[in-house]
């Protein structure tokens, strides 16, 4: 070693173990931040996992609501329709007690909502889920 060398190395007054402290310190730290950055990583893909869930549900719940809706409104139209039939053969028999009963049916159907049975979304859905799907309309 040069004298000057020697000369600074006093005049600074270094602790070999200082030194070394202070880079285990920074060892420390930089795993530190690797670990949180692992953590925000994972929690991050989390987030994503549960968005990919929730956007998959809000999807099967827009399916069954447009399957339920296609189906409810074929329902009510074959049964105007057959209500209609009805008030069509009591018009031409003249029989009024079936026209009646014919206009009578037609009127409550057309009270009735077809979205009366969304309130409970959970009938609906195990309705739908089932093999035998058989809507309660």
């Known amino acids: 070693m040069k004298k000057e060398d020697m000369e600074v190395t006093g005049k600074l007054n270094i602790n070999p173990m200082d030194v070394l402290n202070l880079f285990n310190d920074l060892a420390k730290q930089y795993m530190d931040l690797e670990r949180t950055r692992e953590i925000e990583r994972t929690k991050r893909a ?13 999807q099967a719940q827009k399916e069954l609501f447009l399957l339920y809706m296609d ?38 159907l057309a009270k009735e909502s077809p979205f ?12 739908l889920a089932s093999k035998d799907a058989v809507l309660d309309i």
């Open 46 to 58: 989390e987030i994503e996992k549960d968005r990919q869930e929730t956007l998959a549900k809000i």
């Open 116 to 127: 009366k049975p969304l309130m409970d979304l959970n009938t609906l859905s195990q309705q």
């Open 71 to 108: 189906k409810s409104f074929d329902e009510r139209a074959n049964n105007f329709n057959k209500f209609f039939e009805v008030i069509d053969s009591a018009m031409q028999d003249g029989n009024m007690e079936k026209l009646a009963l014919g206009l009578n049916s037609v009127m409550q």
